[in-house]
């Protein structure tokens, strides 16, 4: 049997824990192989078989002008991997990769994209709270920034830099604190610089 104690804070800051009994599972030799692949490649050669705790490390490479947007299973839901640009200065990124092995067999699909640039902004900031530095994000994938303004201004609109045919809207988002803004478009398969305009607040 395998006990798990997590810690927490409720909505108040007050911590609680809670436990998770789980059944124990001998390990059992499991393997990694890659799916069908579109725009880049997993190249590195796995072992035959792997044991549940081992670490399983992998390299990514996109191909020229795509960069990595995710990973995922073969139903297409989101693994859970340590991932890392290797070199942001370079012209093409790579990333290296690892995970946990579970007490089953893993097929690894890398999701390959275009990123998505800040143009201009005065007075206000666009932010991307969902991908970190080096990441994009794949065609027909839903993107959502978050503009945020100075100090008595507010976000009015946003634009793809170059593509009015693109829609983009944006959303205030009304919460107990204020109001928050959120820019959202729908992905092509190109990369796009995203231009928001920030007009002072009516009084």
Avoid: C, W
Avoid at 166 to 175: F, W
């Amino acid at each position: 049997m395998q006990i798990e104690y997590f810690a927490d804070e409720d909505f108040f800051g007050g911590a609680y824990f809670s436990i998770v009994i789980q059944p124990y599972q001998a390990p059992v030799d499991s393997t990694v192989t890659v799916a069908a692949l579109t725009n880049g490649a997993i190249p590195t050669e796995f072992e035959e078989t792997y044991t549940s705790g081992d670490n399983v490390a992998f390299s990514i490479v996109p191909n020229d002008g795509y960069v990595l947007a995710s990973i995922v299973d073969e139903n297409n839901d989101e693994l859970y991997i340590d991932v890392s640009v290797d070199d942001e200065s370079a012209a093409n990124y790579t990333y290296s990769a690892s995970f946990t092995m579970p007490n089953e067999d893993v097929v690894l699909k890398a999701v390959f994209g275009h990123r998505v640039l800040k143009g201009s902004h005065e007075n206000g900031r666009i932010l991307d709270n969902n991908k970190q530095s080096g990441f994009g994000y794949a065609e027909g994938e839903e993107v959502t920034l978050v503009l945020k303004g100075d100090s008595g201004y507010v976000p009015t609109s946003a634009s793809i830099e170059g593509h009015p045919e693109i829609n983009v809207d944006v959303i205030e988002v009304k919460g107990l604190f204020g109001s928050s803004y959120q820019a959202k478009f729908t992905m092509p398969d190109f990369e796009v610089t995203v231009n928001a305009v920030f007009t002072a607040a009516e009084a």
